[in-house]
Every structure is written in C-alpha cells, then in structure tokens.
C-alpha cells in the first residue's frame, strides 16, 4: 500500500496493466506519491474544488489530488490503455473521479465543472502543454473559467512562461500572454530521476492565477503584434512590425514606444499599447499587409 492511500503502489499498478510509457504520447509517469502529493498541495485547497487533471496516466497524480480532498476530480485521459487503472481508482473515491477518454486539446471541460472553484492541476504531457496553456489563455471571456493553474512543463517553458522584458533571453510571446492575464510564478524542479522513463530534461511546476483586470485589449492583436515583433526578435520594431504595416512608425508612436527598441526589451504594457494602436489604424481605414488574426 501506498502512503496516501490503501491502493497499490504505482509500480505494482503499472505492472499490472502493461503501461509503459509512450514517447508519441509525451508521457513520463511519476511514481513519488510524495512528490505527487506535494504537487497536489501546491495548488491551494481542494476541499471545495472541481479539479480538471488532463495526461494522468496510472493515476499517481489523480490519487495524490484525491487524497488532498478535492470535491470533483475530471481526469481527461486519451490513452485508453490508462482506463482500467484509473477506473480502480475511481472505485475507491465513489463519486468524486470521473473519467473522460478524450483528446485534451479538443475537449471542452466547461460543461461538466459547474459553478465554484475550478483548479487545472496536470503533469502536462510535454508534446501538448504549451498549446493547452495558450487555448486556457485565450479566451474571450476573462475572468476566466478555471481558478488557477498548477502545470509542469520542461524548465526552460516554465521561464519562459514567467520571463518579462527583464528577462530577454527567456522572454517571447508565451511570457507576454502569460503576463499580460495572470500572475505566474515556477514553484520548485522536478529531476529527471522523478519519472519514469527520465526525461533528459529538469521539469518545473508552475503555478498561474489569473489577473481579475488585465491591461484591456483584444486577445488576437495582442498575439499579432506579438508574433510579428518575435518573429524578429533581434531587429528593431520599425523594421519587425512591417509585417503587420508597410510603415509602422506611427503605430509604434501612438502606443508611446520608441521604434528603435527590440522585441525582447518592450515590456507587456507595451505590447497591449501596440495592440490597441494596431485596432485604431485598422478601425480608421488603416491597411495592413495581412489580415487580422481571428
């Protein structure tokens, strides 16, 4: 038995059922229950909360979210041989772990969460993690759905989802997004020596809150303006941003910006004013070389 809960180990569980670890799948599996718990614990309390957990594998995060009292767990689990040892799990927590066999990145959870504290806490597979923290990013409605979010990624996505323009090396546009709509911040490593298989890589937790009021403007000129500046990040702005326009010089004086300044030193307030500009010139008959991305 395990140390938070009278079910196997997690060796013995994927023993069981045949699961080794698929690289196509971006699976590592964590079989530390202390680690897990941890984990868990990070989140903030689960008394009252709905949990989405997406990858969870053989369950040993899913046991250790349970185990720290989570009210409803949602784990979102697309490969099948995984469902026979989460289902063991669900027996012994009746009623509190449903399991949906889907496709994370296609599957929309909202239905099933209610009312209340939503908490997203996932060993993120890493083939799919950065492309599920962006869809939770940006949506339209804002505060969003979810309360918070507790992720692991490799360590070097974890800086530079909390990288700011003091950080150019590791800041882009994930850090933008990241910053501009929640306060993010990385919790502590995880060593390659936690999985199984090891990964070649050290894997950070990061904890996201969202922003109640975030600098207003609108998500897709934002993620514009953004990928035409980092899409060159070593040139200035008024030769980056003609992407977006033939001359972008006035875009870049109304959003108060000097356009010798480099992607990697505009700070997220800078880069909402960009994106405000590029609606006005756009709003005023202003043409731009490529349409909006909607």
């Known amino acids: 038995m395990s140390r938070i809960d009278d079910l196997p180990p997690l060796r013995e569980v994927v023993h069981a059922h045949g699961l080794m670890a698929k690289k196509s799948l971006g699976q590592n ?59 063991e799990i669900a027996a012994h927590y009746p009623g509190r772990l449903d399991v949906v066999e889907a496709d994370a990145l296609a599957f929309d959870p909202r239905p099933l969460v209610g ?38 990624f490799q360590r070097e996505v974890a800086e530079r989802i909390v990288a700011t323009e003091k950080n150019p090396k590791d800041y882009g546009r994930l850090g933008v997004l990241c910053g501009w709509r929640t306060e993010a911040r990385i919790l502590f ?46 040139k200035m702005l008024r030769q980056s941003l003609k992407s977006l326009l033939p001359d972008p010089s006035a875009l870049i004086a109304a959003a108060g910006l000097d356009e010798t ?15 405000n ?12 070389s490529q349409p909006p991305q909607e």
């Open 29 to 87: 599996f964590l079989f530390d229950l202390n680690l897990t718990s941890r984990i868990a614990r990070s989140a903030g309390p689960l008394e009252n909360a709905t949990v989405i957990e997406v990858g969870p594998g053989p369950g040993g995060l899913t046991r250790a979210i349970l185990a720290a009292g989570a009210h409803k767990l949602i784990a979102i689990e697309r490969d099948a041989r995984c469902l026979p040892a989460l289902a």
């Open 115 to 152: 009312d209340g504290t939503v908490r997203i806490i996932s060993n993120l597979p890493y083939n799919v993690g950065t492309a599920l923290l962006i869809g939770w990013l940006t949506g339209e409605a804002w505060p969003p759905w979810w309360t918070s979010l507790t992720l692991m």
């Open 189 to 234: 490593d995880v060593p390659p020596s936690a999985f199984v298989p090891p990964p070649k890589i050290t894997s950070s937790i990061v904890h996201l809150t969202p922003r109640q009021a975030p600098l207003p403007c609108r998500v897709q000129s934002l993620e514009a303006v953004t990928r035409a500046a980092f899409g060159q990040r070593r």
């Open 261 to 275: 300044i480099r992607a990697e030193n505009v700070p997220i307030a800078g880069y909402v004013a960009l994106a």
């Open 277 to 288: 500009s590029l609606d006005a010139v756009r709003g005023s008959g202003g043409r731009s």
